[in-house]
């Protein structure tokens, strides 16, 4: 699961082992020269700190992981940079009424590939896909895609049972206010200029490829 937005191993670090433990939401805006800001949030469930402190107390993990945010904000913050397209503003911490924690990270980027750096882990070898954004002019219209590539197929059958373990019925939903009118889509729900799509997370794990789509008035 390496194309998972590289700063989740850095709070999951024993991710495979976590039942239904997040949810991630995307709120972005895009300019027309392909930049704009994100307001990322990740959900960690109650049962994620539950299932840390119960391994610690069998003694099945050698360390801890620190939650200490400071040094969490810091490290997702590193990750982020990483690309050197991607200025982040800040990383905010907060614990809710059930217990469950969220992150939220706010951002701007100088190029539209962000939107697919944010969520790959930045780093490209030669048997991986690397996730693609694209916003460009054709036939008078202005088409948006985003091509999420998973490793579904490195996948034996064990790691694909965790997956769907791991990920339960969490979301992953991405909203996107486009400096166009929308044409059409394949998103869930169109408000405006606003389109918003929302997938399973455990599709991310069963699917090689997921595409966002637009077409937009210029």
Wanted: glycine letters at 2%.
């Amino acid at each position: 699961m390496k194309k998972i937005y590289k700063f989740i191993f850095v709070l999951l670090p024993l991710s495979i082992l976590f039942s239904s433990c997040l949810d991630i939401s995307r709120n972005i805006k895009l300019n027309k020269d392909g930049s704009g800001t994100e307001v990322m949030t990740i959900d960690l469930a109650h049962s994620f700190f539950q299932t840390i402190n119960d391994l610690a107390a069998l003694d099945t993990i050698k360390k801890k992981p620190n939650f200490d945010d400071n040094e969490l904000t810091s490290k997702i913050k590193e990750n982020l940079e990483e690309n050197k397209i991607i200025k982040v503003n800040d990383v905010a911490t907060k614990w809710n009424q059930d217990s469950s924690k969220t992150f939220i990270i706010d951002f701007s980027f100088k190029d539209i590939s962000a939107v697919a750096l944010a969520f790959d882990n930045g780093e490209i070898s030669h048997t991986e896909k690397q996730s693609v954004t694209t916003m460009k002019e054709q036939d008078g219209k202005i088409l948006f895609n985003y091509t999420l590539f998973s490793e579904v197929n490195n996948q034996d059958s064990s790691s694909a049972k965790l997956s769907e373990v791991i990920f339960g019925n969490k979301k992953y939903i991405m909203t996107i206010e486009f400096p166009y009118d929308v044409l059409s889509s394949n998103a869930k729900t169109t408000d405006g200029r606003k389109l918003t799509w929302e997938i399973p997370m455990n599709a991310l794990t069963k699917t090689p490829t997921i595409e966002f789509n637009a077409e937009l008035k210029k």
